[in-house]
């Protein structure tokens, strides 16, 4: 196994998690197999328990980890599934040697920092480096190992000391260390000081980057890398310009051209093929060439801060791709709808598609129906997903079955019809992991409509019978009310295993009307969008029918 360990300097949201992804996407093109391993150096156990204001959208996984954002990231770009155990946090290793010292493991010896913490960290990566997470399940060649928060961080300094021991208990031939900093133009110079102190800050702690990814407005120049060269104790071709492209899915061919896998072979001495990124090529450059627009609106709660539905906005681009669009995507606060601010409502009645993520508390939820009722009624795309979903039930019990007073416990634990409640088996105490999480089948059990039609939903998704979606939730659709909401129009075509949970809705004669109570936006790739997003991006495009026919 090779690791490559990913550092970064200067300030956060760098882009350090697409550096690292378009490397492991070039070395997959170079026949390698990739995995991925995550360092956050804070004492939650996991980001299940952080506001996405502070720290952007939770992550799901297969296995129900509640992790950083950046797994998914990787998950996208290479292709790959990844589980909790890839996702290192301060609260999960402090946690295991804690329960491990509880059980007397340690046999009377003092535990401390270092060597306990630090052993344990190894331990963990070494492990989880060689847990299959490609399709065929093969152990990988190479796994990446992404050090979060910034070097120089007290948190982080017991993983770097980790990790400074780690290249020797592995071999300095399987380690190499790289790290990713800021190039900032100002006066038309491209400054290199932050660069300077950021790797001297890594030396000071007995590592010395191999390869330093540099982020800039503007393509670095000869002189700006020989002197990061001569300050920074590395070859100038080892410094590797990565400035902003016209997507991020050019950032593996800027990395191609710049011999990135040529640098990491020499000290490495992997078998490389020469790289072939196929399709991937295609796709990010044939995209900035697209002039048609699609124009869609997402009505949430945490706007002020896009990467809490990072995503979902990932869902629709790699659908607008599938669909030949530039994405233009609107945002609107849920609850401008609630207060008629006309701004908002004109983006929804402009916008070619809605669609309502998930989210938790009471907040905006009364917009998010009101949003529900206009594309019901003005036959508008809409996909809803979770709470998004969840609107769709309460608004149709409201508004079509006359169920006054129908809502979510979650918002009204008095309701007078309780059509979404609370799922008996959660924990209501006790809010770590404890929702339902991860991968659950989904059935099509009532696939065909009155008129012989087929769900559209069941089409977009390969008119497989069961399919496999990750889940974040703990609220449901009221079994009691199940049979009154299908015959009454809005079909529950989606249900768990055992028939009792909804999990699909969709409104037959309308021309895309979709609920889903699981995360489609958790495992949409660039070449192989989400079913229900491409299904709203293909109806948004007026695409639709033609693609369900070509099926
Ligand atoms: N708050 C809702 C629930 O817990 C929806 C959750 C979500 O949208 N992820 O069921």
Known sequence: MKYIVVTGGVVSGLGKGVTISSMGRLLQACGLRVTAIKIDPYLNVDAGTMSPFEHGEVFVLDDGGETDLDLGNYERFLNIHLSQDHNITTGKIYRHVILKERRGDYLGKTVQVVPHITNEIQDWIERVAKIPTSEDGKEADVCLVEVGGTVGDIESSVFLEALRQFQFRVGTEN????????????????????????????????????????????????????????????????????????????????????????????????????????????????????????????????????????????????????????????????????????????????????????GFGNRGFEGKILAAQYCRENKKPYLGVCLGFQAVVVEYCRNVLNLEGANSTEFDESAKHQVV???????????????????????????????????????????????????????????????????????????????????????????????????????????????????????????LDGYLKSL
């Open 421 to 543: 409640f609370f799922m008996p088996e959660i924990d209501k105490t006790t809010m770590g992991g404890t929702m339902r999480l991860g991968s659950r089948v989904t059935k099509f059990t009532h696939p065909t409509f009155d008129d012989g039609s087929i769900s559209i939903t069941k089409q977009l998704y390969g008119n497989k019978d069961v399919i496999h979606e990750r889940h974040r939730h703990r609220y449901e659709v009221n079994p009691e009310y199940v049979d009154q909401i299908h015959e009454g129009g809005l079909k529950l075509v989606g249900r768990d295993e055992t028939g009792e949970r909804m999990e699909v809705a969709e409104l037959p004669g309308h021309p895309y009307y979709v609920g889903a109570q699981y995360h489609p936006e958790f495992k949409s790739r660039p070449l192989a969008p989400s079913p229900p997003f491409h299904g709203l991006l293909l109806a948004a495009t007026g695409k």
């Open 175 to 358: 380690f190499l260390l790289s790290f990713v900093s800021l190039v900032p133009v100002i006066s038309e110079e491209q400054k290199t000081k932050p660069t300077q102190h950021g790797v001297k800050d890594l030396r000071s702690l007995g590592l010395s980057p191999s390869i330093i990814f540099c982020r800039s407005t503007e393509e670095l120049s000869e002189p700006t890398k020989q002197k990061i060269s001569d300050f920074c104790h590395v070859p100038a071709n080892n410094v590797l310009s990565v400035h902003d492209v016209k997507n991020i899915y050019q950032v593996p061919l800027l990395l191609e051209t710049q011999n990135l896998h040529q640098l990491l072979q020499a000290q490495l001495k992997f078998d490389l093929k020469s790289p072939d990124l196929g399709n991937w090529k295609t796709m990010a450059n044939n995209m900035s060439s697209w002039t048609d627009t699609v124009q869609i609106c997402l009505i949430g709660k945490y706007t002020g801060l896009q990467d809490s539905y990072l995503s979902i906005i990932k869902s629709l681009r790699h659908a607008a791709i599938a669909c030949e669009h530039k994405l233009d995507l609107q945002w609107v606060e849920a609850t401008d709808l609630e207060n008629n601010v006309d701004e908002a409502w004109d983006k929804v009645k402009k916008a070619q598609g809605i669609i309502v993520p998930g």
